[in-house]
């Protein structure tokens, strides 16, 4: 079954204590992203990764970093987590070329963060 | 301005009934665009592409219009279990890295 898996699905922790956010996708897909929603801002795109070894800041980088070793995998890490980043994160994947269908963008089932 | 811009409702619809509503978007260099559905604190998933010349999924009808830069989603017929968070979704041009812009949905609450 195609998929992309998040973990953990829920996390509370406190301010300053590194985090990790694990996605993997077994879709064999380039492109991967890490959005966080919050009410009444809709989904900010955080990082994303063209392809293996190559990252770039999305419009809400701020407080986060990302690596891409293996093209399945693409960890969220906060390194020193804020209050503010409170928020339900959501990873994503998809192709990067190809038909108007092939652009559908797969997403994890959401990793719910509180940091107190 | 926001780059993709929806009304966020909610749009109340008495079942049996139809609703529509739209996005804009602000980039006319904008290459596809899309509805996405989103359940409560659940993953989006999508509902629909939307292709220049409109186009129709069993209850569910996406059109485009390019000059006025909108897209529009309509559903006939509407179910209880329709009741979500519509997300419209716009790819932007390859040099931009083909990037994905979501709106900020727009609940639709279908009631007995």
């Known amino acids: 079954e195609a998929q992309v898996t998040q973990n953990p699905r829920y996390l509370i922790t406190v301010t300053g204590k590194k985090l990790t956010v694990t996605c993997s996708q077994n879709m064999n897909h380039e492109y991967m992203s890490w959005y966080r929603q919050d009410p009444g801002l809709g989904l900010r795109q955080i990082y994303y990764s063209m392809n293996v070894e190559v990252t770039d800041k999305g419009d809400v980088p701020e407080g986060y970093k990302v690596s891409r070793k293996e093209k399945r995998n693409f960890p969220l890490i906060l390194e020193s987590p804020s209050p503010n980043q409170t928020s339900l994160y959501f990873c994503?994947?998809?192709?990067?070329?190809?038909?108007?269908?092939?652009?559908?963008?797969?997403f994890g089932p959401g990793t719910r963060l509180t940091v107190t | 301005r926001k780059e993709v811009e929806q009304d966020p409702g909610p749009f109340n619809v008495p079942e049996g009934a139809t609703v529509a509503f739209n996005c804009t978007y602000s980039?006319?260099?904008?290459?596809?665009f899309f509805w996405y559905r989103q359940d409560c604190r659940k993953e989006p998933k999508l509902l629909m592409s939307v292709y220049s010349s409109g186009n129709e999924d069993g209850r569910f009808t996406a059109q485009l219009n390019r000059a006025s830069q909108y897209i529009s989603l309509l559903i006939r017929d509407s179910k209880l279990s329709d009741s979500a968070t519509y997300l419209c979704?716009?790819?932007?041009?390859?040099?931009?890295?083909?990037?994905?812009?979501f709106g900020g949905g727009t609940r639709v609450l279908v009631k007995p």
């Open positions: 979704v716009v790819r932007g041009i390859k040099a931009a890295g083909n990037k994905l812009t």
């Open positions: 980039n006319s260099a904008s290459q596809s």
């Open positions: 994503a994947s998809r192709r990067t070329s190809g038909s108007q269908q092939s652009y559908e963008q797969y």
